[in-house]
């Protein structure tokens, strides 16, 4: 799976979905809505589809087999009716060392042309779209896919959830990191903590990909932004896990901590790395004051004395309960509705 804006982990190893079916079959749903299930567990992913490429990085190839060729590196969603093409693609990631794995999204013709809401296969037939597979281009089934998914009958959960258990059988990545948190020791979060886990996890404070560092903290507070790749990326709060000097000792030699809120373990920290709390500091910088009647002032002066950043690798979704999780998208899902939202409008106004 390539990473989101290359939010990745260090040691971490990818892997790329490429999902392959007629126009129409399901492919681009499935692929936002596992995006969005392996961010929301601490495994970065990005999705592309072919709509992203043809107005992208590949525009003017329309739906020619170029289009296929040319992302073969980067790419999770096409239709990619040839096996030759899907074959490079496969032996580019085999070069590469990187798992690949071509899942073929079952969907019979007759169901796509009824879902198609862009009227593309009408175009198709009416010879406005030249070369459009499944009516005048011919789509080459897979012959050993590692994954047949069918979607008739079954939602896009069901249809996603398929691919995250192939994924857990043979990619692994899933399961392990949940088998780890019972040899690492914890660290018990506030309710604050776990908000700004849920800020991170979501992908809202790109690019950070965990807990601030000590470098991190200090370019928040002194310039207001972060450094990535020589570029700079407004920041102005600091995202940091305060703890006790206490907690600090007793984690101070490890690799990893799990990181519970009430009784429930919902990320793993990598490399975790410890600094000292510069609350007055921070709090003039942030705020403009250090009076401790400030509600939030009097929150950090509270807080531990030190902070511990590190790599997130987050294993539940936080969910509050309260009866509006419903309304709190991820980046990834506001985008997914927004494409419906668009469709909607059209169709309404047209």
Aim: glycine share 6%; net charge negative.
């Amino acid at each position: 799976m390539a990473s989101s804006h290359d939010v990745i982990l260090e040691a971490f190893v990818g892997c790329t979905v490429w999902l392959t079916g007629l126009s129409g079959a399901g492919k681009t749903s499935i692929a936002f809505e596992l995006e969005a299930y392996l961010v929301s567990h601490g495994i970065p992913a990005y999705g592309l589809d072919g709509d992203n490429m043809r107005t992208g990085l590949n525009k003017d190839l329309g739906f020619s087999k170029k289009i296929v060729k040319k992302t073969s590196e980067e790419s999770l969603n096409f239709v990619s009716p040839f096996s030759e093409d899907r074959e490079v693609a496969r032996r580019i990631h085999k070069d590469s060392d990187l798992p690949f794995f071509e899942v073929f999204i079952d969907t019979p013709l007759e169901v796509c042309e009824q879902r198609d809401t862009k009227g593309l296969y009408e175009k198709a037939r009416q010879g406005v779209i030249k070369g459009f597979t499944g009516i005048d281009q011919p789509y080459e089934t897979p012959e050993h896919p590692d994954l047949v998914v069918k979607t008739v009958n079954y939602t896009i959960e069901e249809s996603t959830m398929q691919v995250v258990e192939m994924l857990q059988g043979k990619w692994g990545r899933l399961a392990s990191a949940e088998e780890e948190v019972l040899s690492l020791p914890s660290l018990q979060l506030t309710e604050l903590d776990l908000q700004w886990l849920q800020i991170l996890s979501e992908g809202w404070a790109y690019p950070l990909k965990g807990f601030m560092r000590e470098d991190q903290f200090l370019q928040s507070m002194h310039f207001n932004c972060l450094l990535k790749d020589e570029n700079c990326v407004s920041q102005s709060i600091p995202i940091v896990l305060p703890l006790t000097t206490v907690d600090k000792n007793r984690l101070y030699d490890t690799s990893a901590i799990s990181l519970y809120h009430n009784q429930t373990c919902y990320a793993i920290l990598r490399k975790p790395e410890f600094y000292f709390h510069r609350k007055e500091e921070r709090v003039a910088r942030q705020f403009g004051t250090t009076n401790k009647d400030h509600p939030c002032i009097k929150l950090i002066y509270e807080s531990g004395d030190w902070l511990v950043g590190g790599d997130l690798e987050v294993l539940k979704r936080v969910r509050w309960n309260d009866g509006l999780d419903q309304y709190r998208l991820t980046p990834n899902e506001l985008r997914k509705n927004l494409k419906k939202w668009v469709q909607m409008l059209y169709l309404l106004f047209n």
